[in-house]
């Protein structure tokens, strides 16, 4: 999308926050929109490795760059499905808090990404689906040792959450 704002604050020559404004992107529906009533579309392989591909690449270059998203839920994920091409684009959304980061941080708010993404990934994408995004995503074509510890962590930290928010419930 084409740029036509941006603004940051800063102190001391460091950025503290940054606004980013562009253009308006038509024919976008939210992925998490998609998965409640068009969920038929995760059975299109074309439309389904298509949005994984591209997914997994935006997080990788994000978490590269030491950026992290920290909201990256399907709600976020704009999907745009033009008339003319049968290839969907993806687009990031509302990222107010999401920052640039240094170790240790960077570490855990990688696995926050990562879960929130995986959230929804089980009700419309096999094992094998979520395996090859984390595959695209890690740039690999087979899991390491570390590739699999990553991959409980973020398993684990799915299920933490899901323990504090039914906590949470209960009181």
Known sequence: ARVVAYG????????????????GVSDTRELSEL????????????????IIFQLAAITSKLHQARFCHNDLHWRNILVQQSR?????????????SGKKLFWPLLHYRKLKDLANL??????????TQRLRFFLLYRNSSKLTNADKKIVREVLQHKQNRLKRKSK????
């Open 84 to 96: 003319a091409s049968d290839e969907p684009k993806i687009f990031l959304i509302d990222c107010p």
């Open 168 to 171: 949470t419930k209960r009181l």
């Open 118 to 127: 995986d959230k929804l990934a089980p009700n419309y994408l096999s094992r």
């Open 35 to 50: 998965s409640q009533n068009s969920a038929e579309k995760f059975y299109e392989k074309h439309w389904r490795e298509a």
């Open 8 to 23: 940051e604050h800063t102190f001391l020559l460091k950025t503290l926050k940054g606004v980013l404004i562009t253009e």
